[in-house]
T-cell receptor, first 114, second 116 residues
Framework: AQSVAQPEDQVNVAEGNPLTVKCTYS??????LFWYVQYPNRGLQFLLK??????LVKGSYGFEAEFNKSQTSFHLKKPSALVSDSALYFC????????????FGSGTKLNVKP | DTEVTQTPKHLVMGMTNKKSLKCEQH?????MYWYKQKAKKPPELMFV???????INESVPSRFSPECPNSSLLNLHLHALQPEDSALYLC???????????????FGPGTRLTVT
């Protein structure tokens, strides 16, 4: 079975500081991992994905994520947080045996304080 | 154009009403999805269409009826809903699933449904 876990319901960080939003995964086969962001009353926006290759993946709005196979993690990072980054972040994995299915983590609320 | 549009933005309906949600994309995607999302929770998959054929129904009650009239449109017909069906309904699309699982989904802004 495929799953992702986001161990933190909420992350608080000061503007200008680096941020990390954690995600761990459990998959059979090669993982297809994604990060999405959701602003209030909006749909999900794609940030980045890991398919294969470089463990450091760069995405939209200055975000990046580090794939770590030994720790089965795919943490989202940004070197310098902005107040406008405050939103709900979801990690997701695509089912390797049934591409129709995405499994989302429970979500992490990021609060960036000025 | 990487946009998925959904109408209406908001919908209030009584338990005896019949209404429809609409979703449209012009990215040439051949996979389309309906999700239900409760506040501060992850989206829950309801239906998946692949090449205009229903490929997944996640045991959704029959009061929800999906339809994919063509490769750009996806509808969700609603009838005799319950108050607990109130949620944000999200449509998404992606490249054809047969092309590989590495394609991301593009989401619409959602329809906020309230059942009274």
């Amino acid at each position: 079975a495929q799953s992702v876990a986001q161990p933190e319901d909420q992350v608080n960080v000061a503007e200008g500081n680096p941020l990390t939003v954690k995600c761990t995964y459990s998959v059979s086969g090669n993982p297809y991992l994604f990060w999405y962001v959701q602003y209030p009353n909006r749909g999900l926006q794609f940030l980045l994905k890991y398919i294969t290759g470089d463990n450091l993946v760069k995405g939209s709005y200055g975000f990046e994520a580090e794939f770590n196979k030994s720790q089965t993690s795919f943490h989202l990072k940004k070197p310098s947080a902005l107040v406008s980054d405050s939103a709900l972040y979801f990690c997701a994995v695509r089912d390797y045996y049934n591409f129709n299915k995405f499994y989302f983590g429970s979500g992490t609320k990021l609060n960036v304080k000025p | 154009d990487t946009e998925v549009t959904q109408t209406p933005k908001h919908l209030v309906m009584g338990m005896t009403n019949k209404k429809s949600l609409k979703c449209e994309q012009h990215m040439g995607h051949r996979a389309m999805y309906w999700y239900k999302q409760k506040a501060k929770k992850p989206p829950e998959l309801m239906f998946v269409y692949s090449y205009e054929k229903l490929s997944i129904n996640e045991s959704v009650p029959s009061r929800f009826s999906p339809e994919c009239p063509n490769s750009s449109l996806l509808n969700l017909h609603l009838h005799a809903l319950q108050p607990e069906d109130s949620a944000l309904y999200l449509c998404a699309s992606s490249q054809a699933l047969s092309a590989g699982g590495h394609y991301e989904q593009y989401f619409g802004p959602g329809t906020r449904l309230t059942v009274t």
